[in-house]
């Protein structure tokens, strides 16, 4: 895309063209002098949750009590699992909405591993989110030294070569692991080359959806993939740490074996027999009971991704990730930022890193800005990148706009220099 | 106790003398038709839980967005695991609010076998909960044939003899892991004894607290106890499918290594190392993110428990199971009843089990009554269990009368004939 002008009049005129800009007014925004960037991390609240969440607290659990897992909890983990399907090109009897991604891909990656026992290395790359390497690091702590991990190394720290992934992969690889879209660079991979790639050595192929799920489309089923986990609670805006979900190709689901063996994971649970069978659905990767009202805001915002749909949101995406790249070129570089995401649309998720010396205390001043300032909500990734998520069932041009001029006056006026260094807890 | 008369009139005297009868007011209770004696499954709904998930809904993620993490969300598992530290006998550093049951038993069981790895015995009991044999069996499937389960068997099936009990320790044994109470015929186990029992073969103890914490008073410090785990929304009230809590002690904690390395188990998580070190904390024992919104009613639900008392909570529970099955024993073993549960109240949890070969049919008779009768709520365990669980907190004496005379017409009248005998998913 190519723009012409910083005037906010584009801005304005782009959101004008918008076709989902109605989505906007689906989410609770009562601040408009809030402009928020960090729907990569918490999506924002829909309005439509509101009476759901109501219903389920007051009626189904204050009224109906126990008689309310008959009437909808037993099923929503399917249920919400085929929203979801319908979202990545996978199949209904594919998905399940369970526990927490972590767990999930513990689940799923020590099932890939014992497939296929005769392998011994497990390839994943630097980019991941440390939370995917810890699990796989527990992993083979547990399972003993007959296991290696290999992280693919990034040449330029923005993208992976796929010369390096293809070195990588080998006969030994038992599984090959990667986050679609990486939190920090946004670096997004060709899910369908890496996965066909792996297949070529006969290894499984684990993917990471967490921060592409809902905005970046994919084919699963069409791409061969094997497997995925994802988290619900960023652009699916389920709620703050809403269950997450896990994909088992058909084919596989019945060969895999995963180590938690949950009560409802089992054939018939209310028989209550002493030992496990493991269910014949995907349901076998169940584990226990599920917290019921963190799942429930997840159907009406689901539903309203499938209606915009992830071809139209990632086309909004991209025009709005170019965009702020633009401003950003036009503005910010001159005052020292760098760019620290990849710059063809192609290779990008739906956030835009940018890299700053005080990268920390500028965030710090955009969050905790005074009127007539707009507040604006990115995220820090350390050392130094600010992190701008669009969410494009929200977020608007003006918004973009707005942020980047103020992030201009904070760094061109030093502004910055009256916040501390100190790190909050959660930054 | 001693009951002299089965007229409502005592019933009716009991409630007047009960000091713990104001704390019905806390909880949602509109259909006074409506007997519930399912607290065991999943307990009431507060009515301060109310507003508390109204504000974490419409506040903390509608407006304060990926704020609200550092203004109280990231604390949460420490500071709830801290209210139910005060009601188990541990100290505040001990206790965490996290994931499931399931898998916080996962964690545990794993760690504490690879404490001791020349042992390899890991002994429960055929009274467990299916859900943690099923999860020992996973454990045992992943870890390979080193290890092996042997359950305690049961006499009489209704208590575990100390002799079997005394007879399945041995040098061998890493693990010993029960219910504090057993989920159908509610079998109390003497905590303080089958832990130094277990303490003299060298073995670590692992409780599963779940359907005992809030209603049965505990020290595990003051005896020793080594691991626990338990649910939060039977006594504890945390709304449906709430998180879990573990108990870790102190002494124990930096020695035992987790197979789940979470992110929020790492010393220092937003440093984002590409390695994983466990925090020094109880922390360690964390995962991933937890689902937030269905937390939020642990805070004043563990309130209540805490006002009432867990020792006064325990000698109304007490009570009113005697006074169930005195109801019992003049009105429904005349009729084909048999009682499922131990007759010594020492020996005995919150619920009480009545056996009857209709039993599956009974319950649904309760559940489906249609007015002027009242619709009772108990549940079912295969396959004759009708389990009537006390919450001492709501569960008033007229209830229970009311209940054992509804059972009495439906088997005396042989209503139960017109359900059916097809069971409901969830029983």
């Known amino acids: 895309m190519h723009f012409i002008t910083t005037d906010l009049s584009l801005a304005r005129k782009l ?143 923005l993208t992976i070569d796929p010369q390096d992934l293809a070195q990588a992969l080998n006969e030994d690889v038992a599984l090959l692991s990667l986050s679609h879209v990486a939190f920090k660079s946004a670096f997004l991979y060709d899910m369908q080359a890496v996965t066909a790639l792996a297949h070529q050595v006969g290894a499984l192929v684990l993917w990471d959806l967490s921060h592409s799920a809902g905005v970046v489309p994919m084919d699963l089923d069409g791409w061969g993939v094997d497997l995925a986990v994802g988290c619900t609670y960023k652009y699916l805006n389920g709620g703050p740490g809403s269950p997450a979900f896990l994909f088992v190709k058909r084919q596989l689901r019945e060969q895999l074996i995963p180590p938690l063996w949950g009560w409802f994971a089992a054939q018939s649970p209310f028989d209550f027999d002493l030992q496990f069978t493991p269910a014949p659905s995907i349901s076998r990767f169940r584990v226990g009971t599920l917290p019921v009202l963190s799942m429930l805001a997840l159907g009406p915002a689901l539903d309203l991704v499938g209606e915009a749909g992830v071809d139209r949101l990632r086309e909004k995406s991209v025009a709005q990730t170019e965009y702020l790249i633009y401003l950003a070129q036009q503005w910010l570089v001159p005052l020292g930022f760098s760019l620290g995401s990849p710059f063809q649309a192609g290779q990008r998720g739906s956030h835009v890193s940018l890299r700053h010396p005080e990268g920390y205390r500028i965030c710090r001043a955009l969050i905790e800005s005074l009127p007539p300032a707009p507040v604006v909500i990115p995220d820090f990734r350390t050392p130094d990148n600010i992190r701008l998520g669009v969410a494009p069932l929200y977020t608007t041009f003006v918004e973009i706009h707005r942020a980047l001029a103020r992030l201009r006056v904070i760094v061109a006026e030093k502004l910055y220099e009256g916040y501390p260094h100190e790190r909050l807890a959660v930054t």
Chains 1, 2 share one sequence.
């Open 15 to 157: 959101d004008a063209q918008d076709e989902l800009a109605g989505f906007r007014e689906a989410f609770v925004i009562q601040d408009q002098n809030l402009i928020y960037l960090d729907g990569n991390s918490l999506g924002r609240l829909p309005r439509k949750a509101i009476s759901t969440l109501q219903d389920g607290i007051e009626r189904q659990w204050g009224e109906r009590l126990i008689r309310a897992w008959n009437e909808g909890w037993i099923d929503a983990p399917r249920l919400l699992g085929a929203k979801i399907a319908s979202l990545i090109g996978a199949s209904d009897d594919e998905v399940l909405v369970t526990d927490a991604t972590s767990i999930n891909l513990f689940k799923l990656a020590v099932a890939a591993l014992r497939r296929h026992p005769e392998r011994r290395t497990l390839v994943s790359d630097v980019f991941n989110f440390p939370s995917d390497l810890y699990i796989f690091q527990g992993i083979l702590d547990l399972l003993g030294e007959r296991y290696r991990l290999e992280l693919i190394p990034s040449r330029d720290g």
